[in-house]
């Protein structure tokens, strides 16, 4: 029931409450002020009975309480909390679209290459952001697409922006080889080995090269002259280190099929879908389809379906189970970039820190890795 408080103001005040009571009005609560004033909390239903009692006392209704106070400050305030709560719908909303989508290379072509596969998998401006699984598959799927172009591909949510980071793909048999030549070194590193075939090898290992420096030279000399200019040949194995940064969530859903399904049919217009007599829907499903009837003119289908029904697990981490999760995902993530004949030597965590119920990681590695590039000897130098 809806409860308020009044105050009675006047004289005998006593005999008015006495009167009150032999009516059968619940007296809740009674807080005497003064000889004058009294302030009483009854029924709201009770306040016409009391003000039908004849007297000269002034009656005034002070404060409402439960569930009235309720109702009276919701109609007070309704039109600002709605506003409050479209504001934190609407930034919500904000938060969640992507406003920039950047690709970090140098090669034109593999840039747009990215962006196309980006905008395919609905990674563009003003589209909501996928899920972090999704944003696994995608990557996976890009580098599987383009396996053959792209070594190394990583997607970093930073704010409303994704950057995209890549490495293209060098395919040893495809480097080029000139009739004289040197062979260089085509990454910063410390040299590992040196093995020559042909040439004269001018660095050796331990010592630090830069991209483009001659490991291996063509050029024979005698003395202060040139005796000979050959095609050099040989293999660099360098150390070569690389920087990788992830964002890892604290909190991971994982969708297992539980066995059960069932088969039902379904009208499809557009994106549009209704199920025919589906009572009982599974929470989460799994659906594959075969069309029955499709009208070419109208983008109509009736579809046969099986729902497969999918039980949501979560995975909560904390900080020290999401750091080592992040850790190991960065390490499986690296050894898929790598060739036969490349090795991680080493890594360590740099840094972390968490925010927004993710972890942000950075690792740090020691990659051993084939170095070996060749560049062409001009003999117009000569």
């Known amino acids: 029931k809806n409860i308020i408080i009044i105050k009675i103001i006047g004289k005998n005040i006593d005999r008015f409450l ?46 409402s309480c439960g569930k009235l106070k309720l109702n009276q400050m919701w109609n007070k305030n309704k039109y600002f909390l709605f506003s409050l709560l479209f504001g934190y719908l609407f930034l919500l909303f904000l938060s969640n679209l992507i406003f920039e989508v950047e690709v970090i290379h140098d090669n034109k072509a593999i840039k747009k290459i990215i962006y196309e596969e980006l905008a395919n998998h609905n990674i563009k401006k003003l589209r909501l952001k996928p899920r972090y699984e999704k944003i696994e598959k995608i990557e996976n799927n890009i580098l599987e697409k383009h396996k053959n172009k792209i070594e190394w591909l990583e997607i970093i949510e930073v704010g409303t922006k994704y950057i995209i ?10 480097k080029e080889e000139y009739i004289y030549q040197d062979i260089i070194a085509t990454k910063d590193a410390i040299i590992i080995s040196v093995e020559a075939e042909t040439g004269i090898i001018q660095r050796q290992k331990n010592d630090y090269v830069k991209k483009g420096d001659v490991v291996i030279s063509g050029t024979i000399m005698h003395g202060e002259k040139i005796k000979d200019i050959i095609k050099a040949s040989g293999k660099i194995m360098g150390e070569v280190w690389y920087n990788i940064k992830v964002e890892f969530p604290m909190i991971r859903s994982e969708k297992k099929e539980t066995g059960i399904f069932k088969e039902l049919f379904s009208f499809k217009f557009l994106k549009l879908r209704i199920p025919f007599i589906d009572f009982k829907p599974y929470k989460h499903k799994r659906i594959e389809e075969k069309i029955i009837v499709y009208n070419r003119l109208i983008p109509f289908y009736l579809v046969k379906e099986k729902h497969f029904e999918v039980e949501l697990i979560e995975y909560i981490y904390n ?27 080493s890594s360590k965590i740099l ?32």
């Open 319 to 345: 900080e020290a189970e999401a750091i080592k999760q992040a850790e190991d995902y960065i390490y499986r993530k690296m050894q898929k970039t790598l060739k036969e004949e490349n090795s991680i030597i």
């Open 165 to 174: 980071r890549v490495e293209d793909r060098r395919i040893i048999d495809q």
């Open 18 to 63: 006495t009167i009150i009571y032999k009516q059968k009005i619940d007296l809740l609560e009674v807080k005497r002020k003064n000889r004058r004033e009294v302030l009483i909390k009854i029924y709201e239903e009770d306040l016409v009975k009391i003000k039908k009692i004849k007297t000269a006392n002034e009656i005034n209704v002070v404060e």
């Open 351 to 382: 840094k972390y820190y968490q925010k927004d119920k993710k972890i942000n990681l950075e690792m740090f590695f020691k990659v051993k890795e084939d170095i070996t590039g060749a560049k062409s000897i001009s003999l117009i130098e000569y």
